[in-house]
């Protein structure tokens, strides 16, 4: 459907114009208008469907008609990753061009006072991660009490990570009244529950999956012996001369024990995790974006968000613990109407890993021996796939072991580099 049709002000259709979006995705053409009725809204829709514009373009567009001077944010967007917010005050920004309403985006990792100074000059739109945010209203540099419309992006990943508690303490300081949108990947029972004591007779609005989107995705299984994975790579990149493939590894210390030795075979590598700094992970984003690398080896939680988008090749390296990140992570290739190839090599002690993905995706992977890598046929003892909550909770995973002080909301001031996100 052609934006014009959604009753959205002219400033905002020519930015989006800008973009070179000629028409809307499902999710814009569902949420839109729901959105600028003033509804509250559950969406489903992962990253790769289009749904930052769909809740942005209208929270401008409702923002635009009220009254701009306040010094107090009007809208709150919550993110669980710093790159997200970085990527969706990005689109703020550019959303907003023709609107002379102000934005900022604050998280973890980077400097407190200029974030301060941004909040006092006065804004409309603020993107922020929770523990940041939270940060800032200890400090009293930020007050929340003028918010008419929240956004929790990627609701789901929220969870998982430990945000609930924050959450609450920063639903805690906000009106009451006020237009509440959600937008999640996966319906789980805490979801439902949040999205329950959230949402005001919200509209529910599903776009197709991933997984059942996933024609202009090629995947395909080779399975290998677990040692010979970095050699298999290596060969599949260089003998298909892949020029942009992001793999996934299970875990930090694997992805930069990787990249290294990608490197050490000629194969231009980084790694993207949360022990990166800030400014490290965003060169080797833009690296990775510009060709100056070949293979951006990442876990899932710093790939999650990532505007990366219309990837030739995924290999996951190692097969994700939870089934959905499977979907995730191919989810990167074959966007927007572009091919792709997303590729699992598959050790023998994940066989139930790769079982538990086939029975999500309901039909087998179609599975291919790369001659030289054949697999020795040893059955090793099996990866345990915990369950949802476990698996999501594992140190050196993505659970909720915060430190104790943060979760007791520990009053004053916490260091600017404390890590808020555990990838
Ligand atoms: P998102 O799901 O918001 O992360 O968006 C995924 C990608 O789709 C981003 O690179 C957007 O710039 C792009 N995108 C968003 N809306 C449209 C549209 N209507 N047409 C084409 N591309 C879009």
């Known amino acids: 459907m052609p934006f014009e049709r959604l009753g959205l002000k002219a400033e905002l259709v020519r930015a989006v114009s800008a973009r070179g979006y000629a028409k809307t995705t499902p999710i814009q053409a ?6 600028l009725e003033g509804r509250d809204v559950l969406a489903g829709a992962q990253t790769g469907t289009g749904k930052t514009a769909a809740f942005t373009l209208p929270l401008l567009q409702l923002l635009s008609a009220g009254n701009p001077q306040g010094r107090h944010p009007r809208a709150l967007i919550l993110t669980p990753t710093r790159e997200l917010a970085a990527q969706v005050g990005e689109s703020v920004g550019a959303y907003g ?6 934005h900022a985006v604050v998280y973890g990792g980077v400097g407190f006072n200029p974030q301060a100074q941004r909040l006092r000059a006065g804004v409309d739109v603020l993107v922020a991660t929770p ?23 990627e609701a789901d990943r929220m969870l998982d990570m430990g945000f609930i508690h924050d959450i609450r303490k920063v639903l805690a300081v ?9 937008f999640s990947a996966t319906y789980s029972e805490e979801i439902k529950k949040l999205a329950d004591g959230l949402l005001h007779l919200p509209a529910l609005v599903e776009v197709a999956r991933q997984s059942q989107d ?17 050699e298999l790579l290596s060969h599949l990149i260089g ?5 942009q493939v992001l793999v996934f590894t299970r ?15 000629g194969i231009k590598s980084s790694a993207i995790h949360g022990n990166k700094s800030q400014s490290a992970r965003t060169r080797a984003l833009s690296d990775f974006k510009e060709g100056r690398i070949r293979a951006l080896v990442a876990t899932d939680i710093a790939a999650r968000g990532l505007d990366i988008s219309r990837l030739p090749h995924v290999v996951n390296f190692e097969l994700p613990n939870v089934p959905e990140d499977y979907v995730h992570r191919i989810g990167r290739t074959g966007r927007a109407g572009e091919e792709g190839v997303a590729l699992s090599l598959v050790a023998s002690e994940e066989r139930k890993l790769l079982a538990d993905i086939e029975r999500l995706l309901k039909r087998q992977l179609p599975s291919e021996v790369i001659p030289g890598f054949e697999p020795s046929g040893r059955e090793e003892p099996l990866l345990k796939a915990p369950g949802r909550g476990g698996g999501r909770s594992q140190p050196g995973g993505r659970g909720g072991n915060r430190p104790p002080a943060h979760r007791a909301g520990a009053g004053g001031r916490r260091s600017g580099s404390r890590q808020h996100q555990r990838t």
């Open 251 to 265: 875990t930090k210390h694997g992805a930069n024990r990787l990249a290294e030795q990608l490197g050490q075979d």
């Open 131 to 153: 523990g940041r945010l939270l940060d800032h209203l200890s400090q009293r540099t930020l007050n929340l009490s003028h918010v008419e419309i929240l956004v929790l992006d």
């Open 174 to 182: 906000m009106p009451k009244k006020r237009q509440n949108l959600m």
């Open 30 to 35: 569902k949420t839109i208008p729901l959105i």
């Open 97 to 102: 061009r023709h609107l002379s309403l102000r």
């Open 239 to 243: 003998s298909g001369d892949w020029r």
């Open 214 to 230: 996933a024609e202009l995705v090629e995947q395909r299984v080779h399975k290998v012996d677990k040692e010979r994975k970095r």
